[in-house]
């Protein structure tokens, strides 16, 4: 890791312990519009664009149901919970942030959500000015899994694969990092690693502290 220059975060449930609020906000959406919607089906699309998960729940209910105009009522939703909640950071995020300031390693976001969400997010919780650069779900063609959002962020930072690394919480997002031939480590959240996850994971933490003791040595 001597040669690392640049460090890409996920956002929700990585940075943020945010994706318990999101499935909150798409189960009461559901019950509203008269449909179940269980956990399962929430890690499904756990770290996906908003087009991605339409297309999952397309697969699920049908083309035709009326979950599929969910979307609009789930943001007004999970709105209303980080008023009135606000946004829980991770454990050890000021940890891994003053370890990257202390090596003077660039650092970016590459998120599913939409740049002003990220935006939002990073200054309500005061770590706003501690990322070079941010990348949205929406400014790029294809989603995760796929790997555009991370091909993206590489290039604005003017970085080749082997001097970065990836963190997520998700399948979906190890897919896109290993996708787009970087190493990533995987700090769970939601979803327990699988033998997949496993073997495709450079490493696994259980937090982000524990990331920032693994680049200091």
């Not at 040669?3 to 906000?25: P, S, W, Y």
């Not at 929406?138 to 080749?160: C, N, S, Y």
Request: net charge negative; glycine share 6%; aromatic share 8%.
């Amino acid at each position: 890791m001597n040669q690392l220059e640049l460090v890409i975060f996920d956002m929700d449930g990585l940075l943020f312990d945010t994706e318990r609020l999101h499935f909150r906000a798409f189960q009461q959406t559901a019950e509203k519009l008269g449909f179940e919607f269980t956990f399962d089906t929430y890690l499904k699309v756990v770290g996906m664009t908003d087009e991605k998960g339409r297309e999952i729940l397309r697969e699920i209910y049908g083309k035709d149901s009326a979950i599929m105009n969910s979307f609009d009522l789930y943001h007004e939703e999970i709105e209303r919970i980080i008023e009135k909640e606000g946004i829980p950071v991770k454990p050890g995020v000021k940890k891994l942030l003053d370890i990257l300031d202390e090596k003077q390693i660039r650092r970016c976001i590459a998120s599913s959500s939409a740049p002003e969400v990220i935006e939002r997010n990073t200054k309500l919780t005061g770590i706003h000015d501690r990322f070079e650069f941010y990348v949205g779900g929406t400014e790029v063609k294809h989603g995760k899994p796929a790997p555009d959002i991370f091909l993206e962020a590489m290039k604005r930072a003017d970085v080749q694969p082997e001097k970065a690394i990836v963190l997520e919480d998700s399948y979906h997002g190890l897919q896109a990092a290993v996708r787009a031939g970087l190493r990533c480590i995987v700090i769970p959240d939601l979803i327990q690693p699988n033998e997949e996850m496993q073997k495709n994971a450079f490493r696994i933490f259980n937090d982000l502290g524990k990331v920032a003791d693994f680049l200091q040595n």
